[in-house]
C-alpha cells in the first residue's frame, strides 16, 4: 500500500521529537483522492494552510504522486480534510493520510 511508503518519507523527512509532541500518541488516518491530480491539489491546500507533509513517487508508475503523509493536525487546522473520504479497502484511488 501506497501510504507506508508516504509514512516512511514523512518520518525520513521531519524531526519529529523536534516538531512533535511525542508523549502524545497521534491517529492514524487513511483519506483517499479520485486521482493525481485531486492529490497535487490538496497538496497545494496543505502548503497554503502550513501543513508540514511529505509526497511520495512511485517509481513503478513512472513517478506518480500516489500518497502523501502530513504532520499531525488538531482543532481548527483539521477542516481542510473534511471533504476527503475515507479509504476503502478495495478501493484503487490515490490516498492521502493524514498522522
Given amino acids: 500500500m501506497q ?7 514523512y518520518y525520513r523527512s521531519s524531526n519529529v521529537e523536534a516538531n512533535h509532541n511525542t508523549t502524545e500518541h497521534p491517529h492514524l488516518i487513511y483519506l483517499e483522492v479520485k486521482n493525481e491530480e485531486t492529490l497535487r491539489q490538496f497538496c497545494s491546500k496543505l502548503d497554503e494552510e502550513g501543513i ?24 481548527i487546522r483539521r477542516k481542510i480534510f473534511k471533504k476527503l473520504q475515507l479509504f476503502k479497502v478495495h478501493s484503487n484511488d490515490v490516498v492521502a493520510v493524514e498522522v
Avoid: M, Q, R
Avoid at 3 to 9: L, Q, R, S, V
Avoid at 54 to 72: G, Q, R, V, W, Y
Fill in 3 to 9: 501510504c507506508g511508503h508516504a509514512i516512511i518519507e
Fill in 52 to 75: 508540514f507533509y511529505s509526497a511520495f513517487h512511485e517509481p513503478d508508475k513512472n513517478n506518480e504522486l500516489t500518497a502523501i503523509c502530513c504532520e499531525p493536525v488538531s482543532g
